[in-house]
């Protein structure tokens, strides 16, 4: 996962960067993007109108294994067992995912890829 600050683009693993898996952040914005293998929530806190409390998903953020896997036989999306990957994504004020061609052919995927909160914005 890469998380980018105002300054320059941060890459950790997440053992690393998030022991207890959350990644928080009390005042200003969280910015990211990559491949998530584990668990972890990232949240941004204090919100001050839309400069703060804002994550944007930058890019393409996937799964090493989706927890859910669509099924073409039953047209229908279903748990993959094998996965032990979770996103949880919550929000003082904005969650904004970016208009990259990525994003946009991943659509269909959006409600069973992760949770997603906010307490003000959209």
């Not at 950790?12 to 960067?17: P, R, V, Y």
């Not at 293998?37 to 400069?51: C, E, L, M, T, W």
């Not at 999306?77 to 990525?102: C, F, P």
Request: with cysteine; proline share 4%; glycine share 8%.
């Amino acid at each position: 996962m890469i998380l980018q600050p105002t300054v320059a683009p941060i890459t950790e693993t997440l053992s690393t960067f998030a022991p207890n898996k959350v990644i928080y952040v009390g005042k200003g914005n969280i910015y990211a993007s990559g491949t998530l293998k584990g668990r972890v929530s990232i949240v941004a806190g204090h919100s001050s109108g839309s400069g703060h409390g804002n994550i944007n998903l930058v890019d393409d953020l996937v799964y090493t294994q989706p927890p859910m896997v669509w099924d073409n036989s039953e047209q229908i999306y279903k748990v993959n067992e094998n996965s032990t990957d979770m996103l949880g994504i919550l929000a003082s004020n904005n969650v904004r995912v970016a208009d990259t061609k990525e994003n946009v052919e991943r659509q269909r995927y959006k409600s069973a890829r992760s949770n997603i909160c906010c307490t003000r914005g959209f």
